[in-house]
Every structure is written in C-alpha cells, then in structure tokens.
C-alpha cells in the first residue's frame, strides 16, 4: 500500500529529562526570549512548575505563567490564552500538564498567531496560517498529544467538543520525562491509561492505518495491558510510569498519523454532555465497538487479541475474538473504572444526541466498520 508518515516533533524520552529543558530551548531561543507557561490547577499542585520557572528565568528567560486550564478545556480560555500572549509578545508556548494543558497550548499557539476562533479551524473554515513553536512537557501518560497534531477543545456556548487538526499543530519538542507522571492519583492513572490503549486500538485498526500505525499501536498494546494495573496500584513505580509513557507515546505515533474512530466518537460525545473525563469515556465503550467492529472483521480483532495476550497463537479465529472481548471487558473492570450507568447525570433520554454528536464527529467515517447513527443509538 502507498503511505506517508510526517513527524516533526524532535523527542527526548528520560527520567529527569524535563531539568534540562533549558540547554533545549537554547538551541532554539536566544536569552531576553519570552515563553508562554501553560499549565493547570492540579499540576501546580505537585509543585513540578516552581523548579521550571526557576531553571527558565535562570537562563534568562521571560515567563508568562497561564494555569487557568480546565479539563476538557474551553475555547474561551484559549481565546483569553491568546490575547495574553500576544500581549507578551512571546517566542513559544511550554505545556506542562495532560492532554487539556496541551490542547489548550496549542490552541493558543495558532490564535496567537491567527485570527479567528477555535470552531472555524475545527470546521475548516480557516487556514492555520501561523502558529507559534509548541513546546510540550506531558504530566499523564494518556493522550499522547505531545506528538499529534490535533488539539481537542469545547465550544462553551454549545458543549461540543471540536477537533482542530493540523501539521502546523504538531509540537516542536517534546519531553517525556517519567518523573512528571508519579504524581498523577489512581483514578486519573486508570483513565489516561485506557485513552492510550484505545488511541493505540484505533490508530491501527482504522480506515487509514498503514504498517508504521499498525507497528506503533501494537507494540503500544503490548506495553500498556500488563502495565496498566501497576501504575495504578503504585504510583511510585517507576518502572510502569516509564512503560505506561512509552506506551502512550508510541500510540500517539500511531494515532497521530491515521486517526481515531467510533470509540472516541462516542466518547467525545458523552464529555460534551456530561463533562465525563476523557479516559472514562472512552473505557465506557471500548469493549462494545470492539465488539461491533469485531462481527465485519474478525481476523483483525483476533490479531488484537493475540498482540494483547488475551489469546494464543493456537486459539481459532472465532475463540481468540471472544477471549479479547472477555479480556478487555475484565481488565477495564480491574482499574476500578466506573460504567456508563454509574456516571453521574447520564439520562436515557440524551441517547439520542448523544448518538448525533457522535455520527457528526469526522472521525466516524475512519472507523473500521461503516457506522450509522443508529448503530452509534444501539451501542
Ligand atoms: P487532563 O489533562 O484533563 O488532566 C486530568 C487531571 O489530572 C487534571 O485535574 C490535572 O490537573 C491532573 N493531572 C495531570 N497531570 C498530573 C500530575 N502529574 N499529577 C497530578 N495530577 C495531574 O487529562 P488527560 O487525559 O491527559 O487529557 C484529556 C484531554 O486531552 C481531553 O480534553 C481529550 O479530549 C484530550 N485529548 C487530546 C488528544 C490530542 O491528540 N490532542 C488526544 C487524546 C485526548
């Protein structure tokens, strides 16, 4: 098959690597450069930012701290990140934080540059003209957002969660330092760690996969299903911190260059609604699209269930499909991630907008399956 794989992001993956931001940004940024800091609430509290601030203003650097993030971040907080910006006449914008940290960087970093509003870029009706260099330091393992060109962010005025993509908004730099991740609590460990194992799910099995998305996802998968529980139950264990970062970054590779499909549809979908965390919405539904998708392309999703060890190599077909949706359902209940019935304010009677966001979602059409709104209804 013909294929193209673009990465701009120059990568530096180590434990401690994040004390050394400076000599990076030295090879970039002349002293006297401005830099944009953003981060949010609950990473200043792990007290990661102060150490920063003092190595940058160190070098002589000027920083303009921005840590009013929110999860699942609005564009109204992107369009006031801009302003500010722009007003500090910065060379860069630093993220430190999760995917909502970075998205919202990002975002920044085009309408700092560009005018307009975060839902024109999502619904194509402008050009990323410019965008200022993106600098990402990532504090979960989940989104994988470091190395992607997307940046997922909501219309406040409407609750949908828009999707602007593009190469301009693929990061310059990114710095995986394990270190940053010890401090993230078990619930949210859970959840970033299954949003990774769907990004690695999606990113080889869609429309556009290519071998080096099959390659990234897989090897993604095989470091993220024996790790997860691990970093969940000991936070202090490097050794899965490291695993779970790598994992997450090599299934950024993966989806970063395809896409995502029906999971994160439905998923998006739910967070509009409900504010739901990324990574819970996608667990809610990854074993029932798996199972959809599974019933049109079985030898695909029984390789899964051998990359993930939930099979053997000498299971049939139809056997190694049934072990992937028996495993993937027992390892999502193991982390201790609540369903989609326990979810505070899910009500029957949103199905069926839920079902439209998500048919509306561009990347339904990258689904392995062809899926319609009533399919979206159904599952
Ligand atoms: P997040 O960034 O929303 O962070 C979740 C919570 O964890 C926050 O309260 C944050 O303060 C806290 N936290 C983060 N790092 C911490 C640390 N080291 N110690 C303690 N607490 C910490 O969560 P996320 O799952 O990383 O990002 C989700 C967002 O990313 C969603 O909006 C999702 O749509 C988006 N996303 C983007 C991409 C992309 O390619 N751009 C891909 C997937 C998801």
Redesign the pocket.
Known sequence: MNFSYRMKTQIEFGDGRSSTLTDDLSVRFKPGESFFLVT????M??G?IEPLLESLRKAHYHVTLYSD?????RDEDCLRGAALMREQNASAVIAV???????TA?TIALLSRSSGVPREYADGERHYDEVAPIICL???A????EV???????EQATHR?M?LKHERLRPTLAILDPE??????PS?TA??GV?ALV?AIEGATCRQATPLSRAFGEQAMQLIVPTLKRAVACGDDMDARRTMLEGSLLA?LS??STD?AAV?CL??AL?SLYDT???VANAVFLSSVLDFNAETHPALHARLARVMNFASAIDSEQLAVAKLLEGIGAWIAELGIPKLRDLAGVRVEDFGRLADLAFQNGSTKSNVRPITREDYLTL
Do not use: C, W, Y
Request: net charge positive; hydrophobic share 25%.
């Open positions: 949010d609430p609950g990473v509290q792990t990661k993030v929110l999860p699942n971040p934080g999760g995917g909502s940290a970075m998205d990002k990532p504090t979960t989940g989104t994988g957002s992607t060109r997307s940046a997922v962010i909501t969660k999707t940053l991740t010890r401090s993230v609590p949210v959840a970033t949003d990004h950024g989806f970063g995502v994160h998923a998006e967070s965390p990324h990574g």
